[in-house]
């Protein structure tokens, strides 16, 4: 009789932590979207040099949010070379929309390259679901 009631316990136990355990998400599906991006402003100035990217993002999604990186190549004074990356993030509709990124160099630096590239574009109804 003892064992018959541990028995039990156990397969109680068992099915309680199989009906608890926690379903493993769905991966959201990624939405399209479009990246163009151009250098537009470089000021000098005393003790620095600003850099301005315009970044049109474009999508046909009803609505998305939309992230990508800046990503810098700079030549240090000291000769090393340094990758900086910069986030961006955008929510749209069917269409585009400009954003503006920003950095700010020191004057014994040098950019070498640059690049903005899209990280990930996500449906509204996915980014906050109700």
């Known amino acids: 009789m003892i064992k018959s009631a541990r028995l039990g316990t156990i397969v109680i136990a068992i099915a309680l932590l199989t009906a608890t355990a926690l379903?493993?998400?769905?991966?959201?599906?990624?939405?399209?979207?479009?990246?163009?991006?151009?250098?537009?402003?470089?000021?000098?100035h005393k003790s620095s040099t600003h850099y301005t990217w315009n970044v049109e993002v474009q999508t046909d999604e009803d609505c998305a949010t939309v992230e990508f990186d800046l990503i810098l190549t700079i030549q240090k004074a000291d000769q090393e070379e340094e990758t900086v990356v910069?986030?961006?993030?955008?929510?749209?509709?069917?269409?585009?929309?400009?954003?503006?990124?920003?950095?700010?160099?020191?004057?014994?630096?040098?950019?070498?390259?640059?690049?903005?590239v899209k990280s990930s574009c996500t449906p509204c109804e996915l980014d906050h679901p109700e």
């Open 86 to 116: 910069r986030a961006g993030r955008v929510r749209l509709s069917n269409g585009s929309i400009d954003h503006q990124m920003r950095y700010e160099l020191n004057p014994d630096d040098n950019l070498e390259k640059w690049e903005v």
């Open 23 to 44: 379903p493993v998400p769905a991966e959201s599906p990624e939405c399209e979207a479009r990246i163009d991006s151009e250098l537009i402003r470089e000021e000098e």
